[in-house]
């Protein structure tokens, strides 16, 4: 075996530990930078990088070699302008220094509750993206086929441009082959209702307004939410990413009233199935710890904010705990001080196992980090962070069976087909077209439900 | 006498509660039945300023903020609100521009904090998200501001932030104005660095400083 491939069965191995609730033989470094990050590194045009993905490998290539990581250093990126751009987003917009942004914007009027509620799918399709996607109209049918079209070709090349790189450098460094974006993306009802549909403002009045129907909007969005996430394979090592945005603004009353039930269950009904997790707490989720304990087991919870003792405490034999080193000591202290720091940490987190090492946030600009710094943190979680007692059990052990839920309603839309009601439409098309039409329906239900993530 | 003391109570109150139903129509009601705009006004701030210290005490959250602002702006578009207000504007503790500075889109902050200097009786100016070192300094000239507010969400703002300085500096007018900044990710160094007078974490604790720079607290 090449160095490459027994290093790869090394990382393999330790974070398949971690999931398999066994202490690995070291704290498994989960280090990987936004594509920003990497093209001001390689001293790229930001705007040109992001038009262009491809450009970006041998700046990639040139930081993998700098900086230790277990996974891929390079992230890749969830925004890309040209899609955006065809189908002219009002909610991802590039702003003057090249970065993608997502301005606060209404998606979903107060009076189309009632629709949403009743016909979920339809809604978004009918209401919410021609809003926030003017390219997208239509009143002007065969334009807004034709950006369609285009925008979903153009997502294609750049995630498969970037998803190319990584897997490169996946084979020439010998990563291990599951990054944050690797496995399902979603998010909360509440968030996803929050975010681009009502937007932040929104959001806020209608849970003094209406909340009943807030409450109602998070069910009937559930099955979309749900079936969104979902990982392409299932494995005790697939994850879902869900990071989670609203709880910190909102009144613990309201969150357990709105927030919390549909996104429980969530996590229930995945756990049920044997797929989990990684949530990111953005902000300060310190009044939360005990409702994020009765999440299913092995959830891994990635920490902004909050104290790691506390943290480790309450919740760390029963889920896998990662984030809360700042990623800001990067630039405001010295090697020496990062490395004292992170040692802190890795005696507060490590023990017990259940412990993967990232930062709170990932940095924004490659001059928000010291990369001497960087590399000293990273270098340093790799040679500290060793186990005395590996492949011992760690905390508590997931079992599927523990988690039984109802299972949620279908997808039922005009837009959406299963093959059974495509069949039935069309009862003269062969069963070879099965996978084939079936992949391109789901294909066109997660392109169309990222554009409102 | 001790009907309308009640009605003052509940106004304050309901707003604390965030009733928006129940403040519009005991304002409403009173207004009609001859309450001063004014006095009106003094009530509603009272209440903004209790649900400020619930704020604080963590037992309220932005999205409660961001509710009370609405309330407030509710209470002013009331017909008897608006015909006081064109009529007397004069009694402002002071005018600031706000904006979120270029390469950030960001604006709930922003529109939390000048919600909140409106409810403090500060005249605000809201030059939008993304604003350039040039409009910042057009900003200045042209509405002569006591204060500037540079609002932004993420770490690269610091530099934006800086530029902005830079320019009031060389147009002359930065000493004509006093300067906060806002924003999660700030620090005494970053605002050091940038040249600003203070800066805060958040909003309520802005609209604080910025009576404190102009000597009305």
């Given amino acids: 075996m090449t160095d490459v491939k027994a290093l790869q069965q090394e990382r393999i191995s330790i974070y398949h530990d971690v999931y398999d609730d066994k202490i690995p033989k070291r704290v498994p470094v989960n280090i990987s930078l936004p594509f920003e990050v990497i093209a001001q590194f390689g001293g790229l045009d930001l705007c040109e990088a992001q038009w262009n993905p491809a450009i970006i490998e041998e700046a990639v290539d040139k930081i993998c070699q700098t900086v230790y990581s277990d996974v891929c250093v390079f992230m890749g990126s969830f925004r890309y302008p040209s899609f955006y751009q065809i189908l002219k987003s009002q909610s991802f917009q590039m702003a003057s220094n090249g970065f993608i942004q997502h301005p606060e914007v209404t ?40 950006n369609f079209a285009k925008s979903i070709l153009a997502f294609n090349n ?88 609203m709880p910190p603004f909102m009144r613990e009353k309201d969150f357990a009233k709105l927030y919390w039930p549909s996104f429980k269950r969530l996590l229930d009904e995945y756990a049920s199935m044997g797929i989990h997790c990684t949530i990111f707490c953005e902000h300060d989720w310190t009044r939360y710890l005990d409702y994020l304990y009765e999440l299913p087991t092995d959830t891994t919870l990635w920490f902004e904010y909050g104290d790691p003792k506390l943290i480790k405490e309450k919740l760390g034999k029963k889920h896998i705990i990662t984030g809360l080193y700042p990623v800001m000591n990067l630039k405001t202290k010295t090697k020496e001080q990062c490395v004292e720091e992170v ?93 084939k039409l079936q992949n391109l329906e789901e294909t066109i239900f997660h392109y169309l439900m990222f554009l409102l993530v | 006498m001790k009907n309308l003391i009640t009605v003052e109570d509940l106004i304050i109150k309901s707003v604390e509660e965030l009733d928006e139903e129940k403040v519009i129509r005991l304002a409403s009601k009173a207004l009609k039945a001859g309450m001063e705009p004014l006095f009106l006004l003094d009530l509603i701030k009272e209440g903004v300023k209790r649900v400020g210290k619930l704020y604080e005490d963590q037992k ?54 000048k919600g909140l200097m409106e409810v403090n009786g500060f005249e605000a100016v809201d030059l939008g998200v993304d604003v350039s070192k040039e409009v910042f300094a057009q900003g200045v000239i042209k509405y002569k501001p006591d204060i500037v507010g540079l609002s932004g969400v993420l770490t690269s703002t610091i530099d934006s932030m800086k530029e902005i300085v830079d320019t009031l500096v060389d147009a002359g007018v930065r000493n004509d104005v006093k300067i906060i900044l806002g924003g999660s990710h700030l620090t005494k160094e970053a605002c050091d660095y940038i040249g600003a007078d203070c800066y805060a974490n958040d909003a309520s604790a802005g609209v604080k400083l910025c009576k404190q720079m102009l000597g009305k607290i």
């Fill in chain 1, 107 to 146: 998606g979903m009027l107060p009076e189309d509750y009632d629709y949403l509620i009743e016909k979920p799918y339809d809604c978004l399709l009918e209401r919410v993206i021609p809003r926030q996607y003017k390219a997208f109209n239509p009143d002007d049918p065969i334009n807004c086929a034709i």
């Fill in chain 1, 158 to 245: 750049d995630f498969m441009q970037s998803g190319m790189i990584i897997n490169k450098m996946e084979e020439k460094y010998g990563y291990y082959p599951g990054g944050l974006l690797s496995g399902g993306f979603t998010e909360a009802p509440f968030d996803f209702l929050s975010d681009q549909l009502r937007g932040f403002k929104g959001i806020s009045m209608d849970i003094r307004r209406m909340p009943e129907k807030v409450a109602a909007a998070c069910d009937a969005l559930y099955p979309i939410v749900f079936k969104m996430g979902l990982p392409p394979i299932i494995s005790n090592y697939t994850q879902v990413f869900i990071p989670l945005h």
């Fill in chain 1, 343 to 435: 040692k802190r940490y890795i005696d507060i987190l490590a023990p017990g196992g259940k412990y993967i090492f990232n930062f709170d946030k990932s940095p924004l600009l490659f001059s928000d980090i010291k990369l001497e710094c960087l590399c000293a943190v990273a270098e340093t979680v790799r040679d500290y962070a060793v186990y005395s007692n590996a492949g011992e059990t760690a905390g508590m052990v997931f079992n599927k069976a523990d988690y039984k839920v109802e299972p949620s309603r279908n997808l039922e839309s005009k837009y959406y087909k299963t093959w059974e009601q495509y069949k039935a439409l069309n009862p003269e098309v062969s069963d070879f077209g099965r996978p």
């Fill in chain 2, 60 to 113: 309220y959250f932005i999205a409660d903020l961001i509710m009370a602002g609405l309330i407030f702006k509710e209470v002013l578009e009331l017909e008897e609100m608006k015909v006081q207000f064109r009529r007397r504007n004069s009694k402002i503790l002071g005018r600031v521009i706000v904006g979120t500075v270029k390469g950030d889109l960001h604006d709930i902050g922003k529109d939390i904090f």
